[in-house]
Nanobody
Framework: QVQLVESGGGLVQPGGSLRLSCAASGSIFSINAMGWYRQAPGKQRELVAG???????NYADSVKGRFTISRDNAKNTAYLQMHSVKPEDTAVYYC??????????????WGQGTLVTVSS
């Protein structure tokens, strides 16, 4: 099993910054990819940003230039640095990881979600 623990959510004013963290643990051989998704009330979950083990990244158009995803492979941790946040960024943010376990099974795991509220 892979456990993902997210942190860093909270209330932030429009135009402000916030950094989310996602730490993975378990019998992990390697983490192939990590990503951040979000789900706003009444909307479907959407991809915000993703990063491969090699550091290649992709972003939703709505966050390009404002959000940056990064990872620390030694710590099995991913980060989402959010700048110039807008009220429409308000959502529950979920971390996702695709990991190869020590038994060579490949698993998908989700974090419990962390709420980000952008409001003055």
């Amino acid at each position: 099993q892979v456990q993902l623990v997210e942190s860093g959510g909270g209330l932030v004013q429009p135009g402000g910054s916030l950094r989310l963290s996602c730490a993975a643990s378990g019998s992990i051989f390697s983490i192939n990819a990590m990503g951040w998704y979000r789900q706003a009330p009444g909307k479907q979950r959407e991809l915000v940003a993703g990063i491969t083990s090699g550091g290649n990244t992709n972003y939703a158009d709505s966050v390009k230039g404002r959000f940056t995803i990064s990872r620390d492979n030694a710590k099995n941790t991913a980060y989402l640095q959010m700048h110039s946040v807008k009220p429409e960024d308000t959502a529950v943010y979920y971390c996702h990881a695709r990991a190869t376990m020590t038994n060579y099974n490949v698993l998908d795991a989700w974090g419990q979600g962390t709420l980000v509220t952008v409001s003055s």
